[in-house]
Protein backbone atom coordinates (compact mmCIF):
# COMPACT_ATOMS: atom_id res chain seq x y z
CA UNK A 1 0.00 0.00 0.00
CA UNK A 2 0.67 3.42 -0.06
CA UNK A 3 3.12 4.74 2.84
CA UNK A 4 5.46 8.12 4.10
CA UNK A 5 8.29 7.38 6.87
CA UNK A 6 9.20 10.49 8.42
CA UNK A 7 11.97 11.07 10.69
CA UNK A 8 11.12 10.88 14.02
CA UNK A 9 10.94 14.67 15.57
CA UNK A 10 11.70 16.88 17.29
CA UNK A 11 14.13 17.88 15.73
CA UNK A 12 16.21 21.11 17.74
CA UNK A 13 18.50 23.57 16.15
CA UNK A 14 20.20 26.81 16.58
CA UNK A 15 19.18 29.90 14.18
CA UNK A 16 21.30 29.27 11.28
CA UNK A 17 22.10 25.36 11.12
CA UNK A 18 21.30 22.97 8.45
CA UNK A 19 18.83 21.41 8.68
CA UNK A 20 17.51 18.18 6.98
CA UNK A 21 13.99 15.96 6.97
CA UNK A 22 14.15 12.66 5.39
CA UNK A 23 11.74 11.29 3.38
CA UNK A 24 10.98 8.00 2.17
CA UNK A 25 7.55 6.63 0.40
CA UNK A 26 5.88 3.73 -1.33
CA UNK A 27 3.28 5.01 -4.00
CA UNK A 28 1.08 3.74 -6.32
CA UNK A 29 3.01 4.48 -9.37
CA UNK A 30 5.10 7.59 -10.29
CA UNK A 31 3.57 9.69 -7.38
CA UNK A 32 3.80 13.43 -7.44
CA UNK A 33 6.17 14.90 -3.80
CA UNK A 34 4.73 17.78 -1.31
CA UNK A 35 6.11 19.19 1.47
CA UNK A 36 3.84 21.14 3.44
CA UNK A 37 4.28 22.74 6.79
CA UNK A 38 1.74 23.46 9.68
CA UNK A 39 2.43 26.72 12.01
CA UNK A 40 0.62 26.42 15.38
CA UNK A 41 -3.25 26.67 15.10
CA UNK A 42 -3.06 26.76 11.56
CA UNK A 43 -4.04 24.58 8.58
CA UNK A 44 -0.93 23.29 6.10
CA UNK A 45 0.85 25.19 4.05
CA UNK A 46 2.15 24.10 0.80
CA UNK A 47 6.53 24.53 0.71
CA UNK A 48 7.28 22.89 -2.36
CA UNK A 49 6.74 20.15 -5.09
CA UNK A 50 8.13 17.92 -7.63
CA UNK A 51 6.64 16.20 -9.80
CA UNK A 52 9.34 13.80 -11.89
CA UNK A 53 12.76 12.20 -11.49
CA UNK A 54 15.62 14.49 -10.38
CA UNK A 55 13.53 17.25 -10.14
CA UNK A 56 14.11 19.83 -7.24
CA UNK A 57 11.48 21.79 -5.43
CA UNK A 58 12.30 25.12 -3.76
CA UNK A 59 10.49 27.59 -1.91
CA UNK A 60 12.08 30.05 0.93
CA UNK A 61 15.02 28.80 0.97
CA UNK A 62 14.23 25.21 1.28
CA UNK A 63 14.61 22.77 -1.51
CA UNK A 64 14.17 18.50 -1.87
CA UNK A 65 15.11 16.76 -4.86
CA UNK A 66 12.65 13.57 -6.45
CA UNK A 67 15.02 10.79 -6.02
CA UNK A 68 13.34 7.73 -8.12
CA UNK A 69 15.64 5.47 -7.31
CA UNK A 70 16.05 5.77 -3.29
CA UNK A 71 12.24 6.33 -3.00
CA UNK A 72 12.92 9.56 -0.90
CA UNK A 73 12.28 13.18 -0.86
CA UNK A 74 14.10 14.85 1.90
CA UNK A 75 13.73 18.35 2.70
CA UNK A 76 16.95 20.60 3.07
CA UNK A 77 17.63 24.28 4.00
CA UNK A 78 20.96 25.86 4.06
CA UNK A 79 20.22 28.23 7.03
CA UNK A 80 16.89 28.44 9.75
CA UNK A 81 15.53 30.95 11.20
CA UNK A 82 13.70 30.77 14.74
CA UNK A 83 10.51 31.50 12.12
CA UNK A 84 10.88 27.96 10.56
CA UNK A 85 9.52 26.79 13.95
CA UNK A 86 6.53 24.50 12.76
CA UNK A 87 5.97 20.97 11.87
CA UNK A 88 6.88 19.53 8.63
CA UNK A 89 4.64 17.03 6.75
CA UNK A 90 5.71 14.85 3.35
CA UNK A 91 3.18 13.81 1.53
CA UNK A 92 3.19 11.56 -2.06
CA UNK A 93 -0.08 11.66 -4.35
CA UNK A 94 0.09 8.30 -5.78
CA UNK A 95 -0.34 8.06 -9.15
CA UNK A 96 -4.09 6.27 -8.87
CA UNK A 97 -7.53 7.46 -8.94
CA UNK A 98 -7.26 8.25 -5.30
CA UNK A 99 -6.74 12.21 -5.62
CA UNK A 100 -5.61 12.18 -2.11
CA UNK A 101 -2.35 13.59 -0.45
CA UNK A 102 -0.37 10.28 1.49
CA UNK A 103 0.70 12.34 4.80
CA UNK A 104 3.74 11.47 7.12
CA UNK A 105 3.53 11.64 11.30
CA UNK A 106 5.05 14.79 10.53
CA UNK A 107 8.35 16.20 11.61
CA UNK A 108 8.35 19.01 14.70
CA UNK A 109 10.98 21.54 14.13
CA UNK A 110 12.07 23.97 16.86
CA UNK A 111 14.93 26.68 16.01
CA UNK A 112 16.13 28.28 19.50
CA UNK A 113 18.01 31.65 18.81
CA UNK B 1 -7.33 34.89 -5.47
CA UNK B 2 -8.94 34.47 -1.77
CA UNK B 3 -7.77 30.88 0.35
CA UNK B 4 -10.09 27.97 1.26
CA UNK B 5 -12.35 29.39 4.19
CA UNK B 6 -13.83 27.01 6.81
CA UNK B 7 -16.24 27.60 9.13
CA UNK B 8 -16.84 27.49 12.12
CA UNK B 9 -13.53 27.42 13.09
CA UNK B 10 -14.05 26.19 16.94
CA UNK B 11 -16.97 23.98 17.94
CA UNK B 12 -17.58 22.18 20.84
CA UNK B 13 -20.27 19.35 21.01
CA UNK B 14 -21.46 16.52 23.45
CA UNK B 15 -21.88 12.90 22.36
CA UNK B 16 -24.78 11.59 20.29
CA UNK B 17 -24.92 14.95 18.90
CA UNK B 18 -24.56 15.88 14.98
CA UNK B 19 -22.58 18.62 13.67
CA UNK B 20 -22.02 20.30 9.92
CA UNK B 21 -18.89 21.85 9.08
CA UNK B 22 -18.47 23.84 5.58
CA UNK B 23 -15.59 24.26 2.96
CA UNK B 24 -15.07 27.60 0.59
CA UNK B 25 -12.41 26.40 -2.24
CA UNK B 26 -10.19 28.58 -3.89
CA UNK B 27 -12.55 30.21 -6.95
CA UNK B 28 -12.49 28.08 -10.02
CA UNK B 29 -11.81 25.07 -8.02
CA UNK B 30 -13.45 21.72 -8.60
CA UNK B 31 -12.32 19.72 -6.23
CA UNK B 32 -12.75 19.73 -2.34
CA UNK B 33 -10.93 16.77 -0.16
CA UNK B 34 -10.98 16.67 3.49
CA UNK B 35 -8.86 15.27 6.30
CA UNK B 36 -9.31 14.39 9.95
CA UNK B 37 -6.31 15.40 12.15
CA UNK B 38 -5.23 13.85 15.17
CA UNK B 39 -2.44 13.85 17.48
CA UNK B 40 -2.88 9.76 17.51
CA UNK B 41 -3.69 9.09 13.78
CA UNK B 42 -1.87 12.20 11.96
CA UNK B 43 -3.67 13.07 9.03
CA UNK B 44 -5.86 11.08 7.33
CA UNK B 45 -8.05 11.14 3.87
CA UNK B 46 -11.87 11.08 4.71
CA UNK B 47 -13.31 12.44 1.05
CA UNK B 48 -13.21 13.85 -2.08
CA UNK B 49 -15.93 15.38 -4.14
CA UNK B 50 -15.16 16.88 -7.64
CA UNK B 51 -18.36 18.48 -9.29
CA UNK B 52 -20.79 17.16 -6.78
CA UNK B 53 -19.94 13.77 -7.10
CA UNK B 54 -18.07 11.95 -4.30
CA UNK B 55 -14.61 10.33 -6.17
CA UNK B 56 -13.35 8.60 -3.37
CA UNK B 57 -13.46 7.99 0.28
CA UNK B 58 -10.90 6.91 3.08
CA UNK B 59 -11.67 4.26 6.07
CA UNK B 60 -14.43 6.09 8.05
CA UNK B 61 -17.29 5.02 9.58
CA UNK B 62 -21.01 5.84 7.44
CA UNK B 63 -21.04 8.67 10.50
CA UNK B 64 -18.93 10.60 8.59
CA UNK B 65 -20.60 11.90 4.95
CA UNK B 66 -20.11 14.80 3.05
CA UNK B 67 -21.52 16.86 -0.40
CA UNK B 68 -20.56 19.70 -2.91
CA UNK B 69 -22.97 21.88 -4.15
CA UNK B 70 -23.06 23.08 -7.59
CA UNK B 71 -20.91 26.31 -6.58
CA UNK B 72 -18.16 24.07 -5.07
CA UNK B 73 -18.90 24.59 -1.63
CA UNK B 74 -18.60 22.00 0.07
CA UNK B 75 -19.75 20.02 3.53
CA UNK B 76 -19.11 17.41 6.04
CA UNK B 77 -21.62 16.05 8.49
CA UNK B 78 -20.59 13.77 11.43
CA UNK B 79 -23.71 12.12 13.18
CA UNK B 80 -23.97 10.85 16.44
CA UNK B 81 -20.63 12.15 17.61
CA UNK B 82 -18.36 10.38 19.82
CA UNK B 83 -15.10 11.45 21.98
CA UNK B 84 -12.90 10.16 19.47
CA UNK B 85 -13.90 12.38 16.92
CA UNK B 86 -12.11 15.41 18.47
CA UNK B 87 -9.69 16.75 15.83
CA UNK B 88 -9.20 19.05 13.32
CA UNK B 89 -11.01 18.79 10.40
CA UNK B 90 -9.00 20.52 7.08
CA UNK B 91 -10.30 20.67 3.69
CA UNK B 92 -8.47 21.19 0.58
CA UNK B 93 -9.12 22.30 -2.84
CA UNK B 94 -7.37 21.89 -6.52
CA UNK B 95 -8.65 22.36 -9.80
CA UNK B 96 -9.62 18.60 -10.14
CA UNK B 97 -7.86 17.65 -13.31
CA UNK B 98 -4.87 15.96 -12.28
CA UNK B 99 -2.37 14.17 -10.19
CA UNK B 100 -0.11 16.63 -10.27
CA UNK B 101 -1.48 19.40 -8.83
CA UNK B 102 -1.29 20.72 -5.70
CA UNK B 103 -3.91 21.01 -2.52
CA UNK B 104 -4.32 24.05 -0.82
CA UNK B 105 -5.38 23.63 2.38
CA UNK B 106 -7.95 25.94 5.04
CA UNK B 107 -7.52 26.80 7.88
CA UNK B 108 -9.19 24.07 9.32
CA UNK B 109 -12.14 23.60 12.00
CA UNK B 110 -11.16 22.53 15.88
CA UNK B 111 -13.97 19.99 16.83
CA UNK B 112 -14.24 19.16 20.50
CA UNK B 113 -16.69 16.78 21.35
CA UNK B 114 -17.91 16.50 25.05
Redesign the interface.
Known amino acids: GNSVTQMEGPVTLSEEAFLTINCTYTATGY??L?W?VQYPG?????LL?A?KADDKGSNKGFEATYRKETTSFHLEKGSVQVSDSAVY?CAP???D?????I????TRLLVRP | KAGVTQTPRYLIKTRGQQVTLSCSPISGHRSVSWYQQTPGQGLQFLFEYFSETQRNKGNFPGRFSGRQFSNSRSEMNVSTLELGDSALYLCASSPGTGNYEEQYFGPGTRLTVT
Open positions: PSFYEGLQLKTFRPMSSYKLFGSG
